[in-house]
């Protein structure tokens, strides 16, 4: 399997991310799309260090990672406040924060 197929998969995935994030009204569903959308970098990190024969690039994928859990961690516990504050985690709804 080459490069050019690597590139594509995370195309692929990237663009399953993207789709999800701008049609799902729902927050999880929002996260869920954001986390495939840096699964499809990862996949490109790990894509290029190995055609290039060095290791960077899974050191990056390896951080990336790390902080992709952080980052949902942080989401969800952020989406489970709204919720038992406002009873919904429809992304039109949550105008927490206008004035």
């Known amino acids: 399997m080459g490069l050019r197929m690597y ?3 995370a195309a692929a995935v990237f663009a399953i991310g993207l789709f999800g994030v701008t049609t799902r009204r729902n927050a999880v569903g929002i996260l869920l799309g954001i986390e495939l959308m840096l699964n499809a970098v990862n996949i490109n990190f790990v894509a290029f260090a190995r055609y ?3 290791v960077a690039g899974m050191v ?3 951080f990336t990672i790390a902080i992709t859990v952080a980052e949902i961690a942080v989401g ?8 038992r504050v ?3 985690v429809d992304a039109d709804h949550l105008d927490l924060l206008k004035g």
């Open 52 to 54: 290039n024969a060095s």
């Open 86 to 88: 406002r009873k919904t």
């Open 7 to 9: 590139v594509l998969l």
């Open 60 to 62: 990056f994928a390896l």
């Open 76 to 83: 969800l516990a952020i989406v489970i406040a709204i919720f």
